[in-house]
């Protein structure tokens, strides 16, 4: 069971960088802030010569070197330290994402890449949610049962589901330019996993 899971992330993981990857800095240290079993940051460093620093609020790694734990929202590092910042299907998991997004952009140097889920209509809030109950709760107490992970209460509760026009407001109120949006939706269950390019506004 324990293979399967780590094929099943190693599989995601290689989606996601297809995405991420012609959005990223060619050299430099990058931070994944959420960066969860830690599959996205190792290949990531297999596959560039950037260095991924990762952080996040729980321990759920099972590859890599493990994050750095983070307490409200705030990042133990000098500003404008990144060349570029990850926050990859975290933005559900905050009860308000203003600190995060503020702190994102004081620590990062280039792009805020952001991936996430977004809903339209009601349909699209209930695929939403049983999506995120899937990748969240459920598959975090599966990795518990295999002990996949070490941790015991699990952080992958959602305090909100977002609409494209929600994070974009919420994007531009933190201070930030939207660069690129690249929708990919989930055909007829109105559900579009986001990708969003951010550069801070700068004066």
């Known amino acids: 069971m324990r293979w399967i899971a780590d094929v099943v992330m190693k599989h995601r993981a290689r989606a996601l960088y297809r995405r991420i990857s012609p959005h990223l800095p060619m050299v430099g240290i990058i931070a994944d802030l959420g960066s969860g079993t830690g599959h996205n940051a190792e290949l990531i460093r297999q596959r560039t010569a950037l260095r991924v620093t990762e952080y996040d609020v729980a321990d759920l790694h099972w590859v890599g070197p493990g994050p750095t734990l983070l307490a409200n929202n705030s990042v133990p590092t000098h500003d404008h330290h990144f060349a570029s910042l990850l926050l990859l299907y975290v933005l559900q998991y905050p009860e308000s994402v203003a600190p995060l997004l503020s702190e994102a952009q004081r620590i990062t140097e280039g792009p805020v890449i952001v ?5 339209t209509g009601r349909l699209g809030r209930f695929v939403l949610r049983c999506r995120e109950f899937c990748w969240g ?6 990795a518990a049962f295999l002990r996949i992970v070490e941790c015991h209460d699990c952080p992958l509760v959602p305090c909100r589901y977002w609409t494209r026009e929600e994070l ?7 201070g930030f330019v939207v660069r690129a949006l690249i ?16 550069e801070a506004h700068r004066s």
């Open 168 to 174: 974009l407001d919420e994007f531009r109120r933190s």
């Open 183 to 198: 929708p990919s939706n989930w055909p007829g269950l109105s559900v579009s996993r986001d990708l969003f390019v951010l």
């Open 137 to 142: 709760r459920a598959a975090f107490h599966i």
């Open 115 to 119: 991936v996430q889920s977004t809903y």
